[in-house]
Every structure is written in C-alpha cells, then in structure tokens.
C-alpha cells in the first residue's frame, strides 16, 4: 500500500506577529516542522512526503526536510490561498501510485507512530479516517449576543486532529467537487462527508498538540523534554 504524506505548511502565521513563519520557529533547536517531518516518518508507513509551503519558502521548506533527515522520497511545492489550495497542490504533485494520502499539520510535531498507523489502517478499511480526542470541557453553543442558546452532550463530541487518510480517489473526487462550487471547509475530512463519503475517527493524543500561537510554545517544549527523558 502506497502511502502518500501531504503536510500543509503554508500557513502565514499571524497569530505569532513575526518575521519567521510559526512552522519554521525553532523548537529545541530545530524548525517546528523539521519535529512533525521527522515524527511522520518514524512511522514507517510512508512512501512520500510532499511538503507544501507559502509561494517563496521553498528554500526554508527544503531546509528544514534537510534538518529532519527523511529517509523518504520528498518534494516541497508552493501553496495555495488558503490551507484546501494547498492540499490540493499537493494532491496533484502525488503519484500515480499513490493508493492513500495522509494529510498532516506542519506544526503538529507530537504526532505518535501509534496514532498513524491507527489512522492508516483505518482508512484502509473505510476509505477516510481522521485522528480525534473526546471533548473534556463542557460545550455551549452561544448566539451573537453573547447569551447561552444550549449546553451540548459532550459523549458523542470529539475533537478533531491530524493525521487524516483517506483513499487517494476519494479526496481528489471531493476536492474536485467543492472547487466547482467554491466551498471551503476547515478539513477535508469535511469535504469527503459532502460527497457522502463515511470518515472513521480513531483515538489520537492530547499531546498531539496544533501550535498555533505564542501561549503554545512553552507547552511544546515541556511535552518536548518530558519525551527526551523518558
């Protein structure tokens, strides 16, 4: 089964204010998407990599595959205008070999070998699997003024994460169909369920943290050095 990683790394980073992307911030020492390239290829389920970053980072993007040393066929390609664009670039760079895609954050860089290869093997039997975690907080859904309209039952709530895999020609078929309608979704696990398509969602981690702002570093690191030491 041929194993195709598409990491979006595209992202502009505005929640961080600086001159350096959020996916090439240092984190101990390396790039924070040099961490995530790097812990997708231990899983040992990957063919290829294909890295996608904003138009005019090529540059950085090879550097940091450089600083991960992957020991995987790998390309990076420029992005789109937003975080679907860019997967769909990478769906087309993808070979024709390519039986399922794995979508992956670029700064999610505590992913687990055991959460991918449950979300592997998952979609190898539905065809489209994302990794979650259950809510721990309660829910409200709010009105815009602010007020309370319901609190939701959290036990069928989860909260959804990357790694995400799906059957090659599934995702390409429902990339393909939003696009005819200019129809953006936050993940393409959402662009599969338009097309009618069943996503099995598999047991991530808590530690399989989305670094998004400035307040996540200082959690980054502690899960960083806690893995070091044990």
Same mark, same amino acid.
């Given at each position: @089964? ?17 001159? &350096? ?34 138009? =005019?980072?090529?540059? +950085? ?10 020991? *995987?066929?790998?390309? /990076? ?9 860019? /997967? #769909?670039?990478? *769906?087309?760079?993808? !070979? ?18 055991? /959460? ?7 979609? !190898?039997? &539905? ?20 007020? &309370? ?15 995400? /895999?799906?059957? #090659?020609?599934?995702? @390409? ?5 939003? +696009? ?16 009618? =398509? @069943?996503? $099995?969602?598999?047991?991530?981690? #808590?530690?399989? *943290? $989305? ?12 899960? *960083? $050095?806690? +893995?070091?030491?044990?």
């Amino acid at each position: @089964m041929h194993v195709t990683a598409i990491v979006p790394a595209a992202g502009a980073g505005i929640r961080f204010g600086g001159a &350096v992307k959020k996916q090439f911030i240092a984190l101990n020492g390396l790039p924070i998407l040099s961490h995530t390239l790097r812990a997708l290829a231990a899983s040992d389920a990957l063919a290829a990599i294909i890295v996608v970053v904003p138009p =005019g980072e090529e540059p +950085r993007g090879r550097e940091a595959l450089k600083l991960a040393r992957v020991n *995987l066929e790998t390309e /990076v390609i420029p992005g789109g205008q937003t975080r679907q664009d860019s /997967v #769909y670039n990478g *769906l087309q760079r993808a !070979k024709a070999e390519t039986d399922l895609v794995l979508i992956h954050d670029g700064v999610r860089p505590f992913v687990s070998r055991q /959460v991918v290869l449950a979300t592997v093997e998952a979609a !190898k039997e &539905v065809g489209a699997a994302v990794a979650a975690v259950p809510i721990i907080d309660t829910i409200k859904r709010v009105d815009t003024d602010g007020l &309370v309209v319901e609190t939701l039952q959290r036990g069928q709530l989860w909260s959804i994460q990357t790694p995400q /895999v799906f059957r #090659y020609a599934l995702l @390409m078929q429902a990339h393909r169909a939003v +696009r005819e309608h200019g129809i953006i979704a936050t993940d393409d696990a959402a662009l599969v369920e338009r097309i009618g =398509g @069943m996503v $099995k969602v598999v047991r991530g981690s #808590y530690e399989n *943290l $989305k670094i998004t702002s400035e307040e996540d570093l200082p959690i980054a690191d502690l899960i *960083l $050095k806690r +893995r070091t030491v044990q």
